[in-house]
């Protein structure tokens, strides 16, 4: 039964460039948390999906950062324009469903932003 | 505005030691209390608390939960090298279903 997956696990970026982020939910979960995790910093939320839908973006910056989780297909976390503070840790979780708290965490994507 | 505050920030002990992590917090709709291990990867899951009193154990592992007083503790005995990573406390946003986390107790053990 495989966990949640995400890829890459490391990302270098040039400043100006465009960071994608993949994660695969574990199977029969279709709910999705992006969060980002600061150097030394806690995991702080940023959107939530489920298929097709945004249901909460409230942590996710308003420029440059997108998110989706078509109908096919695993769920991607865009960052255009990437800036050196776009440096972190970005972890996707999932859930079963609505109501279910208890979040598995994939391995992280570790983006560089040169 | 939810709050989550781990204590201590960091800690070190030596194999065999037990120790205690704290977390207390401020949700105004509680519905639950997570526990998650963190190494150098993923946070992995290892206890959700929801009624008071009641102690969740997983080997070494135990954790419990004070609706009362606002905090749980975790507890780990017998501690050993592997044990040593960042312990993360969250619970669910009120109104919202993604977790609010702690900024976490790093544990260091030492042989």
């Known amino acids: 039964n495989a966990g949640v997956m995400q890829n890459p696990r490391h990302l270098v970026r040039r400043r100006g460039q465009e960071a994608r982020l993949r994660c695969s939910p574990m199977k029969g979960h279709s709910h999705v948390y992006w969060y980002r995790q600061l150097p030394e910093e806690g995991l702080k939320f940023m959107v939530y999906?489920?298929?097709?839908?945004?249901?909460?973006e409230s942590g996710m910056p308003k420029e440059r950062f997108s998110a989706e989780f078509p109908k096919e297909g695993p769920s991607i976390l865009r960052i255009q324009q990437v800036v050196r503070g776009d440096s972190a840790a970005y972890f996707c979780a999932s859930s079963a469903n609505l109501g279910q708290e208890t979040q598995y965490f994939g391995p992280g994507t570790r983006l560089l932003v040169l | 505005e939810d709050k989550v505050v781990q204590s201590p920030l960091s800690l070190v002990v030596h194999e065999g030691d037990t120790v205690t992590l704290n977390c207390s917090y401020e949700v105004t709709n509680f519905r639950s209390l997570l526990w998650y291990k963190q190494e150098k990867k993923a946070p992995t899951f290892l206890f959700m608390l929801?009624?008071?009193?009641i102690e969740k154990k997983s080997g070494r592992l135990s954790s419990i939960l004070d609706k009362k007083e606002l905090f749980s503790i975790l507890n780990i005995t017998a501690t050993q090298t592997g044990d040593s990573a960042v312990y993360l406390c969250?619970?669910?946003?009120?109104?919202?279903?993604?977790?609010?986390f702690g900024t976490g107790t790093r544990l260091t053990v030492i042989p």
């Open positions: 999906l489920q298929k097709e839908n945004i249901i909460d």
């Open positions: 969250a619970a669910p946003q009120t109104g919202a279903n993604n977790l609010f």
């Open positions: 929801t009624s008071s009193g």
